[in-house]
T-cell receptor, first 113, second 115 residues
């Protein structure tokens, strides 16, 4: 069964450093998402991406964040200058159509020191 | 705007007992509702979903949920808990107000199953 994959599974970085989190969505999916889950808290929407552009973003998704679909398979989330409060589990999700179910990847656990 | 409330951040049941995890939603339009499960150190796995049609929805691992419009609820049940059901469960509603129907999650319920 097709699945969403994410790399790396864990990343430790120093405050102020740039990180890139990578996702490979399911191949025929058209809508892509990033969510995050701070430890002990609920899953929060960050950004959605469709037709090669951001469709919607949350208040969390400020100028420090960016997303890209550099080729036909990868979907990346970049944090330009990480802060301590960026430490969280980041989930990528994708779906085929607007009304369909989102499928989630296993997540990348980011720790900012 | 849509929202989800999960009552009970922690629920503990005995193996073989009924599991009931509560979810109430707020939505100005007919909602799409979901239950996801997160096992320790893993991602989110879809348990079941309600879109339209039959209000009793069956999912994986013996779970089911009933959409009750009059009560704005979508509670998750399983007749007999198994040790492997220990996980965190998230109720979510699809946000029609946004461009891409993002998911809005509840705060989650951690289910513990006692032997």
């Amino acid at each position: 069964e097709p699945e969403v994959t994410q790399t790396p599974s864990h990343q430790v970085t120093q405050m102020g450093q740039e990180v890139i989190l990578r996702c490979v969505p399911i191949s025929n999916h058209l809508y892509f998402y990033w969510y995050r889950q701070i430890l002990g808290q609920k899953v929060e929407f960050l950004v959605s991406f469709y037709n090669n552009e951001i469709s919607e973003k949350s208040e969390i998704f400020d100028d420090q964040f960016s997303v890209e679909r550099p080729d036909g398979s990868n979907f990346t989330l970049k944090i330009r200058s990480t802060k301590l409060e960026d430490s969280a589990m980041y989930f990528c999700a994708s779906k085929f159509a607007r009304e369909e179910t989102q499928y989630f990847g296993p997540g990348t656990r980011l720790l900012v020191l | 705007a849509q929202s989800v409330t999960q009552l009970g951040s922690h629920v503990s049941v005995s193996e073989g007992a009924l599991v009931l995890l509560r979810c109430n939603y707020s939505s100005s339009v007919p909602p799409y509702l979901f239950w996801y499960v997160q096992y320790p150190n893993q991602g989110l796995q879809l348990l079941l979903k309600y879109t339209t049609g039959a209000t009793l929805v069956k999912g994986i691992n013996g779970f089911e949920a009933e959409f009750k419009k009059s009560e704005t609820s979508f509670h998750l049940t399983k007749p007999s808990a198994h040790m492997s059901d220990a996980a965190e469960y998230f109720c979510a509603v699809s946000d029609y107000g946004g461009a891409t129907n993002k998911l809005i999650f509840g705060t989650g319920t951690l289910l513990a199953v006692q032997p």
